[in-house]
Nanobody, 124 residues
């Protein structure tokens, strides 16, 4: 059974940092493109960052470029999202997702497996 479990969310002041982790089990993460999405209250889920199977390619939502960094450790079956210079607009539930295709994509429907999410709250 495939499981993606996010951790690292919490309450932080604007300008602060958090590091999210996504631990995968039941699959070999190196065979999957991995992505982070978020959903703020009253808004649709949006792509935040994605990373290729090898980690050599990444893609980001424009509003987080230069502030967020996605990385992966395939030996640990874990993906990370380092979030710096956080803004109140970053407040959302953050979800980890795995896509079994070979193409890095921002399209949520392309992802096969999803975690349950971790809440990030940024206070002003």
């Amino acid at each position: 059974q495939v499981q993606l479990v996010e951790s690292g969310g919490g309450l932080v002041q604007a300008g602060g940092s958090l590091r999210l982790s996504c631990a995968a089990s039941g699959l070999t993460s190196s065979n999957y493109v991995m992505g982070w999405f978020r959903q703020a209250p009253g808004k649709e889920r949006e792509f935040v960052a994605g990373i290729s199977r090898s980690g050599s390619s990444t893609h980001y939502l424009d509003s987080v470029k230069g502030r967020f960094t996605i990385s992966r450790d395939n030996a640990k079956n874990t993906v990370y999202l380092q979030m710096n210079s956080l803004e109140p607009e970053d407040t959302a539930v953050y979800y980890c997702a795995a896509d079994g295709s070979s193409l890095l994509t921002a399209i949520a429907t392309r992802y096969d497996y999803w975690g349950k999410g971790t809440l990030v709250t940024v206070s002003s």
